[in-house]
């Protein structure tokens, strides 16, 4: 018999998502559904996922048990958003006002706004204002049923200001129930102090920067913004490989705007995951097929920016890539937190079945983190992550738009949101 200290009880449906990972084709339509199933958890670890009989002849419930009444509710694993722009400060509602009047994103970064507004806004805030900025997101985030969000720097883009975004990313990690997947992401742009000097620029980031982050322990991963006016392919690969030297995992933004052959370097370098692919070529469809680097793609982006160009999500499931969804929230090309929005806009923009939407949320978003040990479905042995939502069934997640239909949500074993309110 197993012991457990929370049991959630006689769930409409228990979507597990479970299956050998990542998952790929056919198989991520497969969100491992069990009607009116049991969960349970010792300690915030996973003991027992079935059945009500299964359960009865498998587990003690003794006196100290917390139970959840799982009734006409949904449960699923909590959302991974392994892709955000969170510790920022300041917005780009103006700019945001430009778009509207026809001026496009590239073109704003171009007169010197875009990335830089933010990279200002951040340096002049205190870590205190940067922590509580964040500890706001992350609630809300956490509402919308993620449990575990990659950060990335990148709005400091110089010494003391990384440090900071990195310093208060492992802060509130520790006061936040979400789990925070820090990423260093000082290739994000080139500062007005590096202009027309990109080599020192390069030079600063792998001599000062990288090893100081390493020292420090403040990120799992490295992260290079590979894009026409920003860093070319052979100056992401010089950065890359320090990375990996360094002992960085690594992402790369590829593909986003511009094709550079950024996506093809991610699979050649065993990158943990290629990111935004809206302008992926056949040969970076090609380079992800079977391979473990993920296509993480960015929903949020093209819709903010109102881009006529999706990712092709399909082609790269066909062709046998491992496909996932983040939000890539940030103040500029996706001011999108919400990764039910996010699942949504998966369906309605990339044509993905919701199955797929949902394991593109959960269990291959966790490989796009490197956690699928620990995180993305629920079976014994991982985190007891779990969202409970007040829907009649999977599909109507999202097939009504606008209310949020996560009702409760339990972290690490711990009920850390009831009836749509923190606890
Ligand atoms: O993923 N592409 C680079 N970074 C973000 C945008 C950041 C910003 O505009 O502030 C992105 O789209
Ligand atoms: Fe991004």
Redesign the pocket.
């Known amino acids: 018999m197993t012991q457990a200290d929370l049991v959630i009880r006689d769930c409409a449906e228990l979507l597990t998502c479970r299956g050998p990972l990542p998952k790929r084709k056919d198989a991520l339509r497969d969100c491992g559904s069990i009607e009116n199933g049991w969960i349970a958890s010792l300690q915030g670890r996973i003991v027992f996922v079935g059945s009500e009989p299964e359960f009865r002849n498998e587990v003690v419930a003794g006196d100290e048990i917390d139970w959840i009444d799982g009734r006409n509710l949904i449960a699923l694993p909590g959302f991974v958003d392994s892709h955000t ?1 969170l510790p920022f400060a300041g917005d780009r509602v103006r700019e945001f006002g430009l778009r509207l009047q026809g001026w496009t994103y590239t073109q704003l970064a171009e007169q010197g706004m ?2 830089r507004t ?1 990279v200002a806004a951040t340096r002049a805030v205190s870590r205190d204002e940067l922590a509580g900025l964040c500890l706001k997101r992350l609630d809300r985030m956490l509402l919308h049923g993620a449990t575990t969000v990659e950060a990335k720097s990148g709005y400091g883009l110089n010494f003391d200001d990384e440090i900071k975004q990195l310093e208060v990313l492992a802060e509130v990690n520790r006061l936040h129930p979400i789990d925070v997947v820090p990423t260093f992401m000082g290739a ?1 742009d080139i500062p007005a102090e590096y202009r027309d000097r990109t080599d020192a620029y390069l030079d600063f980031l792998i001599d000062r920067l990288m090893p100081a982050v390493q020292v420090r322990r403040l990120a799992d991963f490295f992260d290079v ?1 590979c894009e026409r006016g920003v860093f070319s392919l052979e100056e992401t690969r010089r950065l890359v490989e320090a990375a990996q030297r360094a002992g960085f995992g690594i992402k790369i ?1 590829s593909d ?1 705007f511009t094709a550079l052959g950024a996506t093809e370097l991610a699979a050649e370098v065993g990158a943990v995951s290629a990111e ?1 692919l809206i302008q992926i070529t056949p040969d970076g469809i090609r380079a992800l097929a079977g391979s473990p680097t993920v296509a993480l793609l960015l929903p949020g ?1 093209p819709f903010f920016l109102m881009l006529d160009k999706r990712p092709p999500a399909r082609d790269l499931i066909d062709a046998g890539a491992a496909l996932a969804l983040g939000s ?1 929230f ?5 001011m999108v937190s919400s990764m039910l929005f996010v699942l949504q806009l998966g369906v309605f923009t990339l044509r993905l079945t919701v199955e797929e939407a949902i394991n593109a949320c959960t269990a291959n978003a966790a490989c796009a983190v490197g956690r699928q040990a620990e995180i993305g479905s629920l079976e014994p042995g991982k985190k007891m992550d779990v969202i409970l939502c007040e829907v009649p069934s999977r599909a109507h997640l999202v097939y009504e738009l606008g209310p949020n239909p996560v009702r409760h949500v339990v972290k690490n074993g711990r009920l850390v949101v009831r009836d749509g309110r923190r606890v």
């Open positions: 722009h875009g990335i933010t994000h913004f933004h986003e935004h982006v890539d940030n103040p500029g090309s996706s």
